[in-house]
């Protein structure tokens, strides 16, 4: 089978994978919305759900692929309280076929300021 990285030409950090292909897979890792594009903080679940999805959506573009070619996502939420919200704003984003999903709340991510994060995987053969 074969593994291929996929890099994105405005990751700063090298030692992260924004995603892996294997075969015709594609593993995106946890994508957080904490700052938009322009590095400015994003607050509120629906901005930074939002943000998650862009930045998805440019992983699997960066590997030959779409939204519409993801089969499973796994969500983490600092807040219980926010599911809905970020239902709605996931929602908009799947609107045909939609991924089997797993929603966690979890205690904390990586950085404070961080209240969502959706990692998924894509079929594209």
């Known amino acids: 089978m074969n593994k291929k990285v996929i890099t994105l030409p405005t990751s700063s950090n090298p030692f992260l994978s924004p995603g892996i292909k294997a075969g015709d897979y594609i593993f995106v890792s946890g994508q ?26 440019k992983v699997l573009e960066a590997a030959g692929a779409s939204l519409a070619d993801v089969v499973k996502t796994t969500v983490f939420l600092v807040n219980v309280d926010d599911f809905g919200q970020m ?36 079929y594209c053969p």
Do not use: M
């Open 32 to 57: 957080v919305g904490g700052v938009d594009n322009q590095g400015n903080l994003l607050k509120g679940i629906e901005a930074q759900t939002k943000q998650v999805l862009e930045n998805i959506k």
């Open 87 to 122: 239902n709605n704003v996931y929602g908009s984003y799947f609107t045909q076929d939609r991924p089997a999903r797993s929603t966690i709340v979890v205690a904390a991510l990586a950085k404070p300021e961080y209240i969502v994060e959706i990692e998924c995987i894509a």
